[in-house]
């Protein structure tokens, strides 16, 4: 006996227990059959897998060197009182 | 960056090079959390700056039940959320709209797939488009202003789950320390922003769709 067969508005509300690999191994086993046979949810998945390279590679911004020069500063006068 | 345990008994001696350290190291991302949170670059670099003030005042009595990160994040993002709430007009508002954001609705339209008597129900009736050039486009001006209006518009607690696990590399483990929450609930946080982030590409990099 085989569990019933996943739709992709299950499989949609699944991708992040799969990208995270949180599930038990039968229902990862349901999810790659399903997979194998819809190549929407591959899209849709290949587009979460392009979507999450594109965060991780987003830029993020230095302090200011006034406000860190600030900061080394208030960290010399905690320095002296300790 | 040398371990944590190195760390604090460098920050309790006083040492400035492992300030320095640290304030280089994690900056970006303690400032990058707390712009989610403030109206302007400006009020997020004080978040910031009160944060190291409030590490160094509280490095004795730091217990290292938590990496000592995650334990900086948490005392940013408590006072990324007060200056937030004290800058902000419509508080009723925006509690009420976020007060359901762990929820349970579906992440996809539930009109994009076939209904019951569709010829294959809970299948995709409007499948996710195909992306036109997504190596070329995805890194282009227009897909990160996209995400950035996308990221903004998360609940804070999906947007602050979402920018530590996919923009910083936080793991899942830190996510919940921070947060305070379960791993369960931290993953829900996560696929309903990373849903709502693909979402805004698909609208843009719609094959057919823009220019």
């Known amino acids: 006996m085989t569990a019933a067969e996943l739709t992709c508005r299950d499989f949609v509300e699944l991708a992040t227990d799969y990208l995270e690999d949180r599930m038990a191994a039968e229902e990862r086993a349901r999810l790659e059959r399903h997979l194998a046979v819809c190549k929407d949810c591959r899209t849709y998945l290949d587009q979460m897998r392009q979507t999450l390279a594109t965060l991780g590679r987003l830029s993020l911004e230095d302090l200011s060197p006034a406000a860190r020069e600030e900061l080394m500063a208030v960290f010399r006068a905690w320095r002296a009182q300790r | ?211």
């Not at chain 2, 760390?7 to 991302?29: N, Q, T």
């Not at chain 2, 897909?143 to 530590?164: E, F, G, H, K």
């Open chain 2, 1 to 211: 960056m040398r371990p944590d345990d190195q760390l604090v008994v460098a920050l309790r001696r006083a040492d400035e090079s492992a300030f320095a350290e640290i304030v280089d190291g994690w900056s970006p991302a303690l400032l990058r959390l707390a712009r989610a949170h403030v109206p302007s670059r400006e009020v997020a670099e004080e978040v910031v700056q009160e944060t190291w003030v409030a590490v160094l005042a509280g490095i004795d009595r730091f217990e290292g039940r938590s990496s000592l990160r995650s334990w900086v994040v948490g005392i940013l993002l408590n006072k990324a959320r007060t200056q937030g709430r004290r800058e902000r007009r419509t508080i009723p508002f925006a509690s009420l709209r976020h007060r359901h954001e762990e929820g349970d609705g579906p992440v996809v339209d539930e009109d994009r797939f076939q209904g019951r008597d569709g010829e294959r129900p809970g299948w995709w009736a409007s499948p996710p488009a195909r992306w036109a050039d997504p190596e070329e486009r995805l890194d282009a001006s227009e897909a990160r202003a996209a995400i950035t209006a996308a990221i903004a518009a998360l609940p804070p607690r999906q947007r602050d789950v979402l920018l530590m696990r996919d923009l910083l590399g936080f793991s899942a483990q830190e996510a919940c320390t921070v947060l305070s929450t379960s791993e369960g609930n931290q993953r829900v946080l996560l696929h309903r922003a990373r849903a709502k982030v693909r979402a805004a590409l698909e609208e843009l990099l719609a094959a057919g769709g823009g220019t």
